[in-house]
């Protein structure tokens, strides 16, 4: 019987500096090959990920952290925000003088305006991570989400409530950062969704994540793993742990659960 098996994308699947392993990009096949099926669900919007990651054989993806759902091609959610709230979002980092990355459905949008050099940093970092390259906030379009980074996390309350509590944020403490998701929304949502069309059982599913967004998904799923390099609050969420992600964490992880040999 088909098992499904979703993965983080950023600290699981992929690798700062280092890309995909080729272990896990060997472990992902193999489990293709063995007739089980397989999820991207990452908190990047569609514009935050080259081309090729659509290319990979995933039958699915939760992409904004459950703002997009597919699976086998059919969609099963889909949601983006007005554009009032996208100027309220941009107005009040201005005025709070916070670095602001739109993440859309097409490109992600920075701030040109904005110089500091933390700012600078992580929009290149992204860059590089994403390889993507971003575009001005004067021409962001489809907006599912955002991030405000070098945010003091107890302000995030602030927006949340000039938005009428209709976005709700995730602080992630290594990258001093704020994520942004339409309340209600998040991984868990999406596998739900995708194992109620699917058919395959709850018995049957799987989660690898890192990060203070996986731990609603690794708690979700029936086996939920934490990589060796997880963020603490996700370590001690998950069941189960495997080895960090440049350290072939996933196929080891896999073969351990007889998914892969």
């Not at 993507?132 to 991030?147: F, N, Q, R, S, Y």
Request: hydrophobic share 35%.
């Amino acid at each position: 019987m088909s098992k499904i098996i979703f993965f983080d994308i950023d600290g699981t699947l992929h690798c700062s500096g280092l890309g995909i392993p080729q272990s896990t990009l060997d472990a992902l096949k193999k489990l293709i090959e063995n007739g089980h099926k397989i999820v991207m669900c990452t908190g990047r919007s569609r514009g935050m990920m080259p081309e090729e990651y659509f290319h990979m054989g995933f039958h699915g993806m939760i992409l904004g952290g459950g703002a997009y759902v597919e699976y086998e091609g059919k969609v099963l959610h889909h949601q983006l925000m007005t554009e009032e709230e996208v100027r309220k979002v941009v107005n009040w980092g201005k005025e709070e003088d916070i670095g602001i990355i739109l993440e859309g459905e097409h490109f992600g949008y920075y701030e040109t305006d904005n110089q500091k050099e933390y700012y600078l940093k992580m929009v290149e970092k992204t860059e590089r991570d994403c390889e993507v390259k971003m575009h001005p906030l004067e021409e962001a379009a489809d907006i599912p989400k955002w991030t405000y980074h070098h945010m003091d996390p107890s302000r995030k309350e602030i927006i949340e409530d000039i938005l009428d509590g209709k976005y709700v944020g995730t602080y992630h403490q290594p990258a001093n950062s704020v994520e942004f998701l339409p309340a209600g929304v998040n991984k868990a949502k999406g596998i739900e969704e995708i194992l109620k069309d699917s058919g395959i059982r709850w018995e049957d599913s799987y989660a690898f994540g890192d990060s203070a967004n996986d731990i609603a998904m690794v708690q979700y799923v029936h086996y939920g793993v934490a990589m060796g390099n997880a963020v603490p609050e996700l370590i001690e969420a998950a069941e189960y742990k495997t080895e960090c992600a440049d350290k072939d964490g996933i196929a080891l992880g896999l073969k351990r659960f007889g998914l892969i040999d």
